[in-house]
């Protein structure tokens, strides 16, 4: 292990959220497509070939091919076993001896770049099971072992990990811990276990390994096949080298560039990507081809730094940009409306791309192929400065305060541009130059040159500790739940929740309900209804009380129909209210500040430029209202459509502007305008509102830009794994689009949704989006979620935050 990597891992439980794992991890080794990168072992002994435990910690970089995680020789007893990652994104594991005796292939799609999967194969005599972040996962294929013999743990019979054969399909990214135990058939609960909803590993060094286990950790840098379990079966290592071993880790997760999140211009021209997506090649045409960090750095976070090395110089460009959730705009198309800041460093040739009215950029000259680029993004004072060769070029220069990702581009053929990133975790650019040795402010990144004063490498235990997450003084579920259960016809109680909910949306999934909805302030039994026009009704037999940990249902059939399969919503705001005269007119407030929540009820006055305190002390982004005595809309208004744009949640319609009705609303109130809105304050009675202000790492609403893709739609970075997620075209007429990971668990397959506009049943005929574990990626052309040059907005609830999430 070279010292300065030692350094990087010398104080990695001493940062913030270190504290968070009790077991850490402190290497990966990378894989590279198209390189012979394996280890290889072959047993001198028999062991047990028909029951034995494989384990990986992995990380992905290439998807959508064949890349293999483990594969036997077939020259003994013409038995072969392997997993791999298949072209669609599905894990298989198989054993042919040498017809396919055992198949296993999962539903579940991989296409996570972002975090960590920690994979487990349990296989016995009869029974292979496939677990994933401690979760086993449905099967497409299902084809269970007869008994028979497979290639594992045979005499002379060659094991490797990646691939011996790299015609078959390299792994390109990381692998963390991996295990073989022969002959016990074990759970995910040897390796890991859940923490406060978060798969975390344990230390495996007790386990009893067999005959040929080994445990490899990849610790040791001149021998990185060296086993840990205590039987000194060492791996061979091929094509790998010191610098392979990678500081990146499940417990501190470095980024790389992201390959779901690319910048085409023109259209359709990707740059392949390699060493684990930390090198990026230009696009095979005359084009620009850009991408975009993994991790986002969000305003008052301190001082983050990169290092970017020019392999091939051809209008090589770095700088940072606007993530799409702030810019609200992901058409690579059309430069003029781009929307990002980015400032750039061009080797030669100035480009007008990047020159617009939103874009600030430098051209230096003295850039040249083995050059590095250094970044400096200051996100306290909003500054970012540029470094040639660890030399600052040019002035540092002030930026908007935003959440900004690390950007690196590149042109097209003759010749394509070529650019190796460095987010800290590997200063010698894949073994193109010595090892810097110089580290971030807490010891955790590796650079060339001199890392400014106190900025930081971009990993995820130099984030800050959110304030809702897994080791935070509340949960995300302890603030927002997603909920499941089947109705019986009788009383029921949903006792799952984990607080005392102050609003609860409920939907019958398997019928034409109305979508049920509740809050504390107008108390249990009481409801409105999502999809129609009609004012709040009551009802005894509806949600009859709010519970210390969920609700009380009756017997009617749209909250309880015996049989019939119901999806919740919870919301944690602050239990009755208590009365708030911000605003000229007085309201009642029931305010989650940390959680940016707040119940508001009033009665309107219907006068011009009155205003409703809504408690939350910060600016909120979404406002939902309507009237509750009589028949009206909902309102749907406020920074993420604009100053006086509105749209109403129970109708298709596109957002609309009245001049004059809806002015911003501040960090008190929400302001009513100089003319009165329905919807808000044109009658005498009573009104409901809920208000919503983004938090780091547990809500984003945003907007994005459709680009009609069936399989590659816009990535949003919403900086966690989501739970629960809206979209409305805000330009076009189509429904209100809801999901969530109660209903939808994985990735893949069919997506189950719900239209809040609409009491139909629940829809799952297309693969929709991929919730991730740094937001959220489109994977279709439909209308409701991508339409071409479609603009929409989104509101998204966090699972967990991304400093801790497990890739999905």
């Not at 072992?41 to 970089?61: A, C, D």
């Not at 994104?89 to 055992?102: H, K, M, Q, R």
């Not at 509806?542 to 919870?570: E, H, I, M, R």
Request: proline share 4%.
């Amino acid at each position: 292990m070279s010292s300065s990597k030692k350094l990087i891992q010398a104080s990695a439980g001493n940062v913030a959220g270190g504290s968070f794992y009790d077991y850490e991890i402190e290497n990966s080794l990378r894989f590279n497509t198209g390189n012979a990168d394996y280890l290889t072992f072959t047993p001198s002994t028999n062991g047990n070939n028909t029951t034995f435990t494989l384990r990986f910690m992995v990380k992905l970089g290439n998807l959508n091919k064949q890349r293999w995680l483990f594969l036997t020789n077939i020259s003994v007893g013409n038995a072969y076993t392997g997993v791999r990652f298949n072209a669609n994104n599905t894990l298989e594991y198989f054993s042919a001896t040498p017809g396919v005796d055992a198949q296993m292939i999962t539903s579940s799609v991989f296409r996570d770049v972002s975090s960590w999967y920690d994979i487990v194969i349990s296989v016995s005599s009869t029974n292979v099971d496939i677990y994933v972040n401690g979760v086993e996962q449905p099967y497409g294929t299902v084809n269970q072992p007869s008994g028979a013999d497979t290639g594992v743990n045979l005499a002379g019979n060659l094991m490797s990990t990646s691939t011996s054969t790299p015609s078959a399909g390299t792994l390109d990214g990381y692998v963390a811990e991996m295990v073989l135990v022969d002959g016990q058939a074990l759970t995910p609960t040897s390796f890991g276990e859940f923490k406060n909803g978060i798969w975390v590993p344990k230390d495996c060094s007790g386990l009893s390994f067999g005959t040929n286990g080994a445990y490899l950790k990849f610790g040791n840098s001149g021998a990185l096949g060296a086993d840990s379990s205590g039987n000194s079966n060492n791996w061979t290592v091929n094509g790998l080298t010191s610098s392979d071993q990678m500081p990146d880790t499940p417990t501190n997760n470095f980024s790389t560039l992201n390959p779901l999140l690319q910048f085409p211009y023109p259209a359709g021209y990707y740059g392949a990507m390699y060493n684990g997506n930390l090198e990026k090649e230009g696009a095979a045409s005359n084009a620009y081809t850009g991408s975009y960090s993994t991790i986002a750095m969000p305003p008052n976070t301190g001082k983050w730094y990169s290092e970017h090395y020019v392999q091939v110089l051809n209008r090589n460009a770095f700088g940072i940009s606007y993530s799409p959730t702030d810019a609200g705009s992901m058409n690579p198309n059309d430069s003029a409306t781009y929307g990002y800041y980015l400032f750039c460093y061009y080797g030669w040739g100035y480009s007008n791309l990047y020159a617009t009215a939103s874009t600030i950029a430098q051209q230096v000259t003295n850039l040249s192929a083995g050059g590095i680029v250094g970044i400096l993004y200051d996100s306290d004072n909003s500054e970012v400065t540029f470094f040639v060769n660890g030399t600052q070029a040019g002035s540092t220069m002030s930026v908007p305060s935003a959440t900004y990702l690390f950007f690196a581009d590149g042109y097209g053929v003759s010749p394509k541009a070529y650019n190796v990133s460095n987010f800290g975790q590997d200063s010698t650019f894949g073994g193109r130059i010595t090892a810097g040795g110089n580290t971030d402010a807490n010891g955790l990144g590796d650079f060339k040159y001199t890392v400014p004063t106190d900025a930081l490498a971009l990993c995820t235990a130099n984030l800050p500790e959110p304030t809702i997450g897994p080791n935070s003084a509340t949960l995300s579920d302890e603030n927002f739940y997603v909920g499941l259960y089947t109705g019986t016809g009788a009383e029921l109680a949903i006792t799952q929740v984990p607080f005392s909910p102050d609003k609860v949306d409920i939907k019958d999934r398997d019928i034409g309900h109305s979508w049920m909805v509740f809050d504390r302030l107008r108390g249990a039994t009481n409801f409105l209804y999502y999809d129609t026009l009609g004012g709040q009704q009551t009802n005894a037999q509806s949600l009859k009380s709010f519970d210390a940990n969920g609700f009380t249902l009756g017997t009617v059939s749209p909250v309880n129909a015996s049989g019939d399969d119901y999806v919740f919503y919870c919301y944690k705001a602050n239990g009755s209210g208590v009365t708030n005269t911000d605003g000229s007119i007085t309201s009642t407030v029931s305010a989650n500040t940390d959680a940016g929540f707040s119940i508001v009820t009033y009665t309107s006055n219907n006068t011009p430029n009155s205003s409703i305190g809504h408690g939350l002390g910060v600016t909120p982004k979404v406002i939902i209202t309507r009237r509750v005595g009589v028949g009206s809309q909902w309102g749907f208004f406020g920074p993420i459509l604009g100053v006086d744009k509105y749209m109403y949640l129970d109708v298709t319609d596109a957002a609309t502007t009245a001049i004059g009705y809806m002015p911003a609303p501040s960090s008190t109130v929400v302001n009513t305008g100089a003319n009165t809105w329905s919807a808000l304050n044109d009658q005498i009675d009573t009104y409901v509102q809920y208000c919503f202000a983004e938090v780091e790492g547990f809500s984003s609403f945003g907007s994005y830009t459709g680009n009609g893709s069936a399989t590659d739609g816009p990535f949003v970075y919403t900086g966690f794994r989501p739970a629960f997620l809206v979209i409305k075209q805000s330009n076009g007429n189509n429904s209100w689009n809801t999901s969530d990971g109660a209903r939808t668990p994985y990735n893949g397959g069919n997506d189950s949704w719900l239209n809040l506009n609409l009491p139909n049943a629940e829809s799952s005929s297309q693969d929709l989006y991929d919730y991730l574990s740094n937001g959220f990626k489109l994977r279709s052309s439909a209308g409701g979620v991508n339409g071409s040059s479609g603009k929409y907005i989104y509101m998204a609830f966090a699972e967990n935050p991304f400093k801790y999430s497990n890739a999905r």
